[in-house]
Every structure is written in C-alpha cells, then in structure tokens.
C-alpha cells in the first residue's frame, strides 16, 4: 500500500524591519560611490583692477596684445603667432633682460591668451607683466 505524502506547509515570512536595513545600506552605498553632475559652464564674475599700481617705464618693454579673433600685435604692429615667435626669439637674442606685457581684448578667446603665454613660455622669458587696462 502506497502512503500519501503530507504536503509541505512552506510559509516564507519576511519582516518589514530587515528590508529597511537592506534598503538604508544600499542607500548609503550609492550615495558614497556615485559621481555627482559636473555642470560643464562656471560662471565667473573678474573682479576689476581700478586699485591696480601704474606700472613703471622700464627699457626693452615690448606689449603684446590680443584682439578680437587671435589678432596678435607687437608693439601695435599686427603679425601672426608664428611671426610673433620669431620675433620674440629675435628680441631675446639680442636682450637677456627684454621684458613683454601681455593685455588681450575681453572679446578675445582665452586660448589666444594661452597660446601667447606658450610663446613665451618656449621662448624662457620670465619678465612678463599682465595689463588689466590696454590703450586704445
């Protein structure tokens, strides 16, 4: 004779308590490993340079300044970056202690700045000063 089989009585019981637990470390997981949003644009407010000393002559003092579009100009005579290189090279031969201010339009991209400060940079001038105020 077959015997019958008692049907298993499987109550699974999950208690609320332990998901919150389950819930909070998987919370705080994520927080502490997730990158945050970068936004992609700093809004900067420069402050003005109405304080600023006035720079004392000094001999061998050439301007460099930067206009709208990367227009370069030495001495308020246009030239192009590979020119300007040249000539700075040209200058420094011919003058260890040659000193260059550098001014750039605030229409002027940032990079000709840069591209400008790399001249020099490559050049190894040190005398460098930084106009916050350009003639016309």
Do not use: W
């Not at 227009?71 to 030239?79: G, R, V, Y």
Request: proline residues 2%; aromatic residues 6%; charged residues 30%.
């Amino acid at each position: 004779m077959r015997r019958k089989r008692k049907a298993i009585d499987f109550h699974l019981d999950i208690a609320p308590v332990n998901l919150i637990d389950l819930l909070l470390v998987l919370l705080i997981f994520f927080v502490t490993t997730t990158s945050f949003l970068q936004l992609q644009v700093i809004e900067l407010t420069l402050p003005k340079a109405d304080a600023a000393k006035k720079i004392q002559p000094k001999k061998d003092v050439y301007s460099i300044k930067i206009g709208f579009a990367c227009k370069t100009s030495l001495n308020k005579k246009e030239m192009n970056l590979e020119a300007l290189q040249a000539e700075i090279v040209r200058l420094k031969k011919a003058d260890n202690k040659v000193y260059f201010r550098i001014g750039a339009d605030k229409a002027s991209a940032h990079e000709c700045f840069i591209d400008v400060l790399n001249i020099l940079q490559k050049s190894d001038i040190t005398n460098i000063e930084i106009l916050t105020k350009m003639d016309q």
